[in-house]
Structures are given as C-alpha cells and as structure tokens.
C-alpha cells in the first residue's frame, strides 16, 4: 500500500483497480478508518493513493476551550470552509476507477477543509468519476451526506454508494463527551465515563472497514455495481 503521504506515481503497467482516498482527520479518527478502509482494498490486489487534505494552518485538537469549539461549531453549521489547503501532489489528477472522499462530521456538515477541497479542486477531480463519501460522525450524519452528495454531483461526480462509521457510544453521552472532549476536557474520566468509556471509533469498527475494503476490491473486480454494497451494519452504524 502506498503510505498516506507519498507523492510517487503508480505505473502505467499495473493491472488492479486504481483507487484514490482523500481524506482530513481533525482527532486521527478518520485516518484510522481510512488506514484499515485502504488495507483492505489493497489486499485484494488494487492499488491505493492516499491524499491527506492538509490545511494551511494546522488546526488544533484538542480546540482547547468551550468558546473556541462553540464558535467552531457555528462556522461549520452554515457550510463556510474558511480552512484554506495546501495544494495537492500531481498524482491525484490521474485517472482512476475509485474515488473515496473521508473526513469527519462537523456541525452536521462535511468539515472545512473538506469543503474548500471540493471548492477548489472539485470540478476537476471529480467530474465524471464514481466517488464514495467515507463519514467518521458521532452520529447525526444525514445532513451532512446530503449537503455532501449534492456539492459532488454539482461537480459531476457519480455517488454510487456512501460508508459511515459513528461513535459507538449510546446518546446523549455521545453528543456530550465529544463536546468536551473537543474544548480540552477528559470525558472519559469524568462523572460520565461510565457511559462514555473511550472517544472514537471502536477496534472492531476499524475491523470492518477492513472488510468494507474486501467488499470494495471485490466490487472492481467484477465490475459488479457499488450501490448494492451494504455498509449499513450494526458495527458501523450502532
């Protein structure tokens, strides 16, 4: 597997799928999705690039305080990217049969550096091209697929298919420890961590995505439809 950050191209004699995952990991939750997501594609013999979406000013996790992640919240609620990214490397303008755009829910919105991905580049990547949206989310993820799904089709993306993986701790406490746990606090060792015992994604999600990869390379393979793929299950989406 190519590893996250390198630039290199694939050469023009391979004979496996070709697939491209960009992604932004604000907590190094999405990576590790992506990370397991890849593996798994690779195994069955197709070749990964992943593009991490870098901003131009590192973004900071924890945030650190309750006003910083209140107003961050604010910003992402009404879809304003303001989180200007490097540029990407030239490998990401070849041609490929895949698509997969990761990155976490922020304010039931795509993040921002995602957002001035698609902004900025969007129309030139993804016109034309099957793309699978990857959300990492604490769970209220249907707006920002949708929100997501349309930027891409404006860009003429094809949206076959979509994997979401949500915290796996039961609400509220989901809601409240990822608050907190953004503004700088310990949830986990708080008087909730009883029902919130860890922030993030699970092993055995990450096991999944693995598997969601096998399902993904087999699909190319075939040339079977990715739409009748199920990343609907009680592990990704408990």
């Known amino acids: 597997m190519l590893v996250m950050d390198e630039k290199e191209k694939m050469s023009d004699s391979v004979t496996g799928s070709r697939v491209l995952i960009f ?9 590790g999705i992506v990370s397991q997501l890849s593996a798994g594609i690779e195994v069955g013999g197709d070749h990964i690039v992943c593009e991490k979406i ?10 650190g305080t309750i006003p910083s992640t209140l107003r961050m919240m604010i910003t992402t609620l009404f879809r304003r990217p303001s989180v200007p ?17 990761a990155g976490p829910t922020w304010s039931y919105n795509p993040s921002g550096p995602v957002l001035s991905l698609i902004q900025r580049d969007g129309p030139v990547l993804f016109s034309g091209r099957k793309v ?13 697929l949708y929100g997501l799904r349309r930027l891409l089709k404006v860009c003429g993306a094809t949206v ?24 700088g606090k310990m949830p986990e060792k ?3 961590g009883r029902y919130y015992p860890k922030y993030g994604h699970s092993r055995q999600q990450q096991r999944e995505a693995f598997r969601f990869g096998g399902l ?14 199920n990343f609907r299950t009680p592990i990704a989406l408990p």
């Open 216 to 229: 993904i390379s087999d699909a190319l393979k075939r040339d079977s439809p990715l739409s009748g793929l």
């Open 85 to 101: 990214i490097k540029p990407l490397s030239d490998v990401c303008f070849d041609s490929y049969d895949l698509i997969v755009l």
């Open 54 to 63: 870098e901003p131009l000013v590192p973004l900071r996790f924890p945030i």
């Open 160 to 183: 076959p298919n979509c994997i979401v993986f949500s915290h796996p701790s039961s609400e509220p406490w989901r809601t409240v420890g990822v608050f907190l746990k953004l503004a």
């Open 23 to 31: 992604y932004y990991s604000f907590s190094s939750q999405t990576r």
């Open 132 to 144: 699978i949206p990857l959300i990492s989310c604490r769970g209220y993820w249907w707006l920002h």
């Open 190 to 192: 708080s008087c909730i």
